[in-house]
């Protein structure tokens, strides 16, 4: 299907240099211009960065919405700092997308689940690049905690972690299947509830020794029960199947279950010349921290779920911690993109806050 022709005097104009003023920006922009059909101008791309415009893993999620709503792209190359984009209609279909590099297909999943659950049908996606990246939601972090509170929107996904990949090779591969829905569910998460359990997996993959999971896991444990006594807590510990990873790499994630269902994570990936046990007690310590602002999600979930609160046709409340730049940066792109109205309301103090999303988004037919 061909996009009609837009002037420039109809596109909406996004700075991508304010505030967070990285790819988030160009994520957001990109997913809710496919999905409510308003071409944009994004420019400043990540102007702040020692690496200013796009590089590899954004181009990839740019042409993946691209192929997806068969929309024209202006810009589209590495190095850009600005484009134009006018989308198309958003097709079903079976699609792949490698990043060429070990940038995240967790950032993937970002940018294209929102437009899939919006297509005239079933999809998947097959994506390579890195599994588990800095600065970037580990897949592991995807599947244990974005997705089941994704489901409280009504989001139905699976995402299936076929090889691990990491920094600097990539090559790793994920596929998701996407059923598409009519509406997004508004959702009220105010009650975190009381602490149940935590529980974890501590990884290695390629020449590294099982051991280093067991330290990691060890280390998390003891920091964890010094603060919480009675605490249920199961760290599982695992070495990666050479035929189910590339190159070199470990890390720790941790996940805390409340009464009332809530689920707050932390991920570490171990950098080189930190020891096994400052990776599980980092991994410790940001739980803890997350779970002593009373918030019903961790600092890590807050922003990813702000794009779901706008595209639903309902008033949806979350109570978090204090709002982090990535948060205050999605709700500033999805005020520009949608009629979506946000407001942050404080509670307990300054301890956490209610992030209240009034949607009004309804997909373009």
């Known amino acids: ?28 922009a990109i997913a809710l211009s496919a999905l409510s059909g308003k071409p944009i101008r994004v420019c400043n791309i990540r102007a702040g960065r020692s690496k200013p415009g796009l590089r590899p893993q954004h181009l990839a999620g740019i042409k993946l919405v691209q192929e997806m709503c068969r929309g024209k792209l202006q810009g589209g190359e590495i190095g850009s700092t600005q484009i134009v984009f006018r989308p198309g209609q958003i097709g079903a279909g079976d699609y792949t997308r490698d990043t060429g590099t070990a940038g995240s297909v967790g950032l ?97 993959a390629g020449t590294l020794p099982i051991r280093v999971a067991y330290l990691a896991a060890e280390s998390a444990i003891k920091s964890l029960l010094s603060r ?22 470990n890390g720790i994630i941790l996940i805390a279950k409340t009464s009332t269902g809530c689920l707050l994570g932390s991920t570490v990936l171990y950098e080189k010349g930190a020891t096994s046990e400052s990776a599980g007690q980092s991994a ?22 702000i794009l779901f609160m706008a595209l639903c046709e309902g008033t949806s409340k979350i109570r978090c911690g204090p709002l982090t730049m990535h948060t205050r940066t999605a709700i500033h792109v999805a005020q520009l993109m949608t009629e979506a109205a946000f407001k942050v309301v404080e509670s307990d103090g300054d301890k956490n806050v209610i992030v209240e999303c009034h949607g009004r988004f309804s997909p373009r037919q």
Do not use: W
């Open 284 to 305: 410790a310590v940001d739980l803890v921290r997350n779970l002593e602002h009373g918030g019903c999600v961790d600092d890590h979930l807050q922003d990813q779920l």
């Open 1 to 28: 299907m061909e996009t009609s022709s837009k002037g420039d005097s109809e596109l909406i104009e996004i700075d991508g240099s304010v505030m967070e003023g990285g790819g988030q920006i160009l994520r957001m």
């Open 228 to 249: 919480y006594k009675q605490a249920e807590v199961s760290i599982d510990r695992i070495k990666v199947p050479s035929e189910q990873s590339v190159g070199n790499g």
């Open 108 to 204: 993937l999943v970002q940018v294209a689940l929102p437009c899939l659950l919006f297509a005239d049908g079933s999809s998947t996606l097959t994506l390579r690049g890195g599994t588990d990246a800095s600065m970037a939601p580990p897949v592991d972090y995807t599947i244990m905690l974005l997705r089941p509170t994704l489901k409280l929107f009504g989001v139905d996904f699976d995402l299936e972690l076929i090889k691990r990949g990491f920094y600097p090779k990539g090559g790793g591969v994920v596929k998701v299947s996407v059923e598409p829905l009519v509406s997004l569910k508004p959702i009220e998460l105010l009650d975190r509830g009381n602490l149940v359990s935590i529980t974890g997996l501590s990884y290695v």
